[in-house]
């Protein structure tokens, strides 16, 4: 029958009862004659507590430890289910950070998946065993342990997946992918299927159910991903390649997010030099950089403004401060009063308008934006906090999400 | 000044809170020259807490999948330790386990340490970093890890030590070694040195203050082992090579060990090849058997007493089964209601009589007991445990402990 990767989300592990209850939903697959590979988060809060613990030790904790750290909580999820699965009659095996060969680069707490070594896994699967590994973590160049950020579970799924070459089941709280967070819009409606160029731009865009880099390699190395709810026995969404059996919309769905800070450098002394240097100390930190905008120059200043998010708002403070110490006149303002709002839609590539149509819904309703960016599958807005829930009523029912 | 192993246990790192006051006395020792190494126990009561989660899946839990859980309750310890240090100014790593070099042989949750490629600890003590090792644990030849059984972590503090060629600073709940556990015993005398033979004596006996296998390691490399309380400012115990400075005692301790299952034998046939082949089960199971008795054969059986640990029952009873369908003529009994009194003393080499004194204060008390056995320097009685109390304030006044 194949491989098959299936991941399981922090509430689905949350006690051991839930635990011993995906523990039969893996044997059933097991059963059926699949080779399974079972990726784990850490159990419900644990990750949280952890850093609650860190928290009480530093307001910005040294990363490289704090990595370690947060890497116990998926080694006691997967000790724990191998446990149960050899309890069941089951062979299993559990594969910490260091076994599992997931190779990362990158600075703490956001690593990347560069490389895995499948062969260990692939040997335990041929002797029958069910493979659990620690979701979220890797080893980097140094042998020092990563982790891949918040839903960094999810990637490790996905490229176990892609270096077996089988399909990735992510199991996780919500039960599939939905055209707008059904929290915001209760009328929502949820898709049997996305493209992963779609769902890839909801991601990066802010929605929340899978994380944008795993999409990243499913959508790279083609594999197929099914997102369903841990609990509810009900469809999921597929997300895959477009192709003709898939409902042409010319908007897929909206994504929300409220993890914005926009940054304003006024008075920056004009050349382009200087600019580059101001975005080369944001890249240096892995600060991730969205919707700039950029005045024209003025007595000799312009004005940079862009979006980021507000974890980053600390190495912003820092680099405000350099800045301040090499140019006399900069000002640099923070909002966090702020949310993005995005439409997304493969549609959007052939039929025009889209932009226009939002332009006057939100004039019609008097939602107000302070930038928009587009790409060529979505346009993004930045608009007050305060207009959130207006504008996604208007955009919802506009195009019938 | 040269380098210094300290050991901090589990009650000493219990809290955050205690952890910074314990990194306060780190930093007093770097402060005066010292290269540091730490090694810490999991916080409080993590590792007990864990083994509970494993025991709601199964009494007798996966073992190697047990030692994937229990090694996460020292890599939080290191994290958090290594993170405080940081935040008070001073450069400092956490090695986990996988990173440590400590290379261990043996069955899980009981491994013993064959080697430690020292190199990165070193290295990063020559960085000028405090390096903080995760105790307790180790990584076997297939790289799986392994833990060492409790107390473990005092063997990676005196392996470290004689690795590195420095004493060792063993800091705990007790403040230093005493001639008999001050709770059976109130008036029990502290002493300021124990000889390691002595000290090797009276752990595998059954004082708990440290595991036999560091003072073992600790003796074979001349490791000058300190022990003393991790809160309290008292001058401890030194562990070392016996020499004239050290007052000359016929008798330097008594362990008491409650912890005795004694197992026998009846209606074995009677053939050394049984006898071994018996044992030989015992052996491939790690059982520690200890006070081995025999009684001479009659109508070709024998019977065979021994005592061994609580914690191994259920293999007693498993080689019990075995034993049955060998042999049908068979009995195993078990008694666990047994505690094991052994006096200890490097004097018992010169000064005879010990064994005479203590059978005529077991008489004159109207103590009986069940085995009695002899090493060069301790004789071990079983007793009923409803006797140890007296056994215990009969033996201390009697040899002035």
Same mark, same amino acid.
């Given at each position: 029958?194949?491989?098959?990767?299936?991941?399981?989300?922090?509430?689905?592990?949350?006690?051991?009862?839930?635990?011993?209850?995906i523990?039969?939903?893996?044997?059933?697959?097991?059963? =059926?004659?699949?080779?399974?590979?079972?990726?784990?988060?850490?159990?419900?809060?644990?990750?949280?507590?952890?850093?609650?613990?860190?928290? *009480?030790? /530093?307001?910005?904790?040294?990363?490289?430890?704090?990595?370690?750290?947060?890497?116990?909580?998926?080694?006691v /999820? #997967?000790?724990?289910?191998?446990? #149960?699965?050899? =309890?069941?009659?089951?062979?299993?095996?559990?594969? !910490?950070?260091?076994?599992?060969?997931?190779?990362t680069?990158?600075?703490?707490?956001?690593?990347?998946?560069?490389?895995?070594?499948?062969?260990?896994?692939?040997?335990?699967?041929?002797?029958?065993?069910?493979?659990?590994? &620690?979701?979220?973590?890797?080893?980097?160049?140094?042998?020092?342990?990563?982790?891949?950020?918040?839903?960094?579970?999810?990637? !490790?799924?996905?490229?176990?997946?892609?270096?077996l070459?089988?399909?990735?089941e992510?199991?996780?709280?919500?039960?599939?992918?939905?055209?707008?967070?059904p929290r915001?819009?209760?009328?929502?409606?949820?898709?049997?299927?996305? /493209?992963?160029?779609?769902?890839?731009?909801?991601?990066?865009?802010g929605?929340?159910?899978?994380?944008?880099?795993?999409?990243?390699?499913?959508?790279?190395?083609?594999?197929?991903?099914?997102?369903?709810?841990?609990?509810?026995?009900?469809?999921?969404?597929?997300?895959?390649?477009?192709?003709?059996?898939m409902?042409?919309?010319?908007?897929?769905?909206?994504?929300?997010?409220?993890?914005?800070?926009?940054?304003?450098?006024?008075?920056?002394?004009?050349?382009?030099?200087? #600019?580059?240097?101001?975005?080369?100390k944001?890249?240096?930190?892995?600060v991730?950089?969205d919707?700039?905008?950029?005045?024209?120059?003025? $007595?000799?200043?312009v004005?940079?403004?862009?979006?980021?998010?507000?974890?980053? $708002?600390?190495?912003?403070?820092?680099?405000?401060? =350099?800045?301040? =110490? $090499?140019?006399?006149?900069?000002?640099?303002?923070?909002?966090?009063?702020?949310?993005?709002?995005s439409?997304?839609?493969?549609?959007?590539?052939?039929?025009?308008?889209?932009?226009?149509?939002?332009?006057?819904?939100?004039?019609?309703?008097?939602?107000?934006?302070k930038?928009?960016? !587009?790409?060529?599958?979505?346009?993004?807005? !930045?608009?007050?906090? /305060?207009?959130?829930?207006?504008?996604v009523?208007?955009? *919802?029912? &506009?195009?019938?999400?």
């Amino acid at each position: 029958m194949g491989v098959i990767v299936q991941k399981y989300g922090g509430t689905a592990v949350g006690t051991i009862e839930k635990m011993k209850r995906i523990a039969d939903r893996v044997i059933k697959k097991k059963e =059926e004659g699949y080779d399974v590979v079972i990726v784990v988060s850490a159990m419900g809060e644990t990750t949280n507590q952890l850093i609650e613990m860190a928290k *009480c030790i /530093s307001d910005n904790p040294c990363k490289r430890e704090l990595d370690v750290l947060m890497a116990t909580g998926e080694q006691v /999820s #997967i000790s724990l289910l191998s446990m #149960i699965f050899k =309890e069941k009659g089951y062979d299993s095996i559990s594969l !910490t950070v260091f076994q599992a060969g997931i190779k990362t680069e990158g600075i703490h707490t956001k690593n990347r998946i560069v490389e895995i070594d499948i062969d260990k896994v692939k040997r335990h699967l041929e002797e029958g065993k069910i493979v659990v590994v &620690a979701g979220f973590q890797g080893i980097n160049e140094l042998g020092e342990i990563t982790t891949l950020g918040r839903g960094g579970s999810d990637t !490790t799924a996905v490229a176990l997946a892609a270096k077996l070459q089988c399909p990735c089941e992510i199991y996780t709280d919500v039960d599939g992918i939905y055209g707008v967070d059904p929290r915001l819009y209760s009328k929502a409606k949820k898709l049997d299927y996305i /493209s992963y160029e779609e769902m890839m731009e909801m991601s990066s865009l802010g929605s929340k159910v899978m994380e944008t880099r795993s999409i990243e390699i499913g959508y790279k190395y083609k594999v197929p991903i099914y997102v369903a709810s841990s609990h509810k026995n009900v469809k999921g969404t597929y997300i895959k390649e477009f192709d003709e059996s898939m409902e042409q919309k010319s908007i897929t769905g909206i994504s929300v997010n409220d993890d914005v800070l926009m940054v304003t450098i006024n008075k920056v002394p004009y050349s382009l030099k200087n #600019i580059s240097n101001i975005f080369g100390k944001f890249a240096r930190q892995e600060v991730n950089i969205d919707m700039i905008s950029q005045t024209s120059p003025r $007595e000799g200043f312009v004005n940079i403004s862009f979006t980021t998010s507000k974890e980053d $708002e600390s190495i912003v403070d820092e680099i405000g401060k =350099e800045l301040k =110490e $090499e140019f006399d006149d900069i000002e640099v303002q923070k909002d966090t009063n702020i949310t993005k709002v995005s439409v997304v839609g493969l549609g959007m590539r052939t039929e025009p308008g889209v932009a226009y149509k939002v332009f006057s819904l939100f004039a019609d309703n008097d939602i107000s934006f302070k930038q928009v960016t !587009t790409s060529e599958i979505s346009i993004s807005y !930045t608009i007050n906090a /305060s207009d959130k829930e207006k504008a996604v009523n208007v955009l *919802c029912s &506009a195009f019938n999400l």
